[in-house]
């Protein structure tokens, strides 16, 4: 409200901050919100290839599995490690980078954008003992989301509370988000004016930062803000 001076505002959130773009649109819905955006957000955990293995092994755990006594141990996710777990599922590109910097020498553009994504990961924040600790439990053990409520203190946040315009964005190359998992929010989201899914290219992070992002996600989502930036009420309608 304060920095909005009261006019609504349109909401971004990327991975797990599009998971918080939501709770915080079904918790309180009085926040000046025009829109959200949320871009590779896994509801749906079961439906990310690279969990679905162990959790039958998590749900063994009962609090006390190897995980959970790693994270306990070293405090949290170290930031290396969030690096190291965005590179392992883009391994292809890092093998093939060098050979796509030295075709790319006299294009000062493309090597200026893979020197902003460098950057970018390089400063990857950790996660802190206590946000992991909630985050593995809830989304990744309990897969909390799947079904469009979260208990978070006393109350139950629901996102069908969410009555705001959604667009949600799935890359169509993203290991840490795939397709399934993301387009799962859609039917959770029945009081919503709009909900659009769109696939755009891309992984995890390319979606955003990858050459083709300039005119399919940045597009789409500058098309989105402009649509619902207007005065009047837009029509009511859900995509497939």
Not at 50 to 74: E, F, K, W
Not at 179 to 187: C, I, K, N, Q, T
Not at 205 to 215: I, K, Q, S, V
Request: aromatic letters at 6%; hydrophobic letters at 45%.
């Amino acid at each position: 409200h304060e920095h909005s001076g009261g006019r609504p505002v349109h909401v971004v959130g990327w991975s797990l901050g599009g998971i918080f773009t939501l709770l915080t649109a079904a918790d309180q819905p009085d926040l000046p919100i025009a829109s959200l955006t949320v871009v590779g957000s896994p509801v749906d955990v079961r439906k990310v290839p690279l969990v679905a293995p162990v959790r039958p092994l998590l749900n063994l755990s009962q609090g006390g599995g190897a995980i959970t006594l790693a994270y306990r141990a070293l405090g949290g996710v170290p930031q290396p490690l969030v690096n190291l777990v965005f590179s392992a599922v883009s391994v292809q590109k890092i093998v093939t980078k060098p050979l796509a910097v030295l075709s790319h020498l006299d294009d000062a553009d493309y090597l200026a954008q893979l020197e902003a994504v460098d950057r970018f990961r390089a400063n990857m924040i950790a996660y802190p003992g206590r946000t992991f600790g909630q985050l593995y439990h809830r989304f990744v053990k309990g897969n909390a989301l799947a079904v469009g409520r979260m208990q978070v203190g006393r109350r139950t946040v629901d996102l069908s509370a969410i009555r705001v315009p959604v667009l949600v964005f799935a890359g169509n190359t993203d290991g840490i988000a795939p397709l399934p998992a993301v387009r799962a929010v859609v039917p959770l989201l029945p009081n919503a004016p709009e909900v659009r899914f769109e696939v755009v290219p891309g992984g995890h992070l390319g979606m955003l930062t990858g050459r083709a992002a300039r005119e399919t996600t940045w597009q789409v989502l500058d098309e989105w803000v402009e649509e619902w930036s207007g005065s009047e009420p837009q029509q009511a309608r859900r995509s497939p």
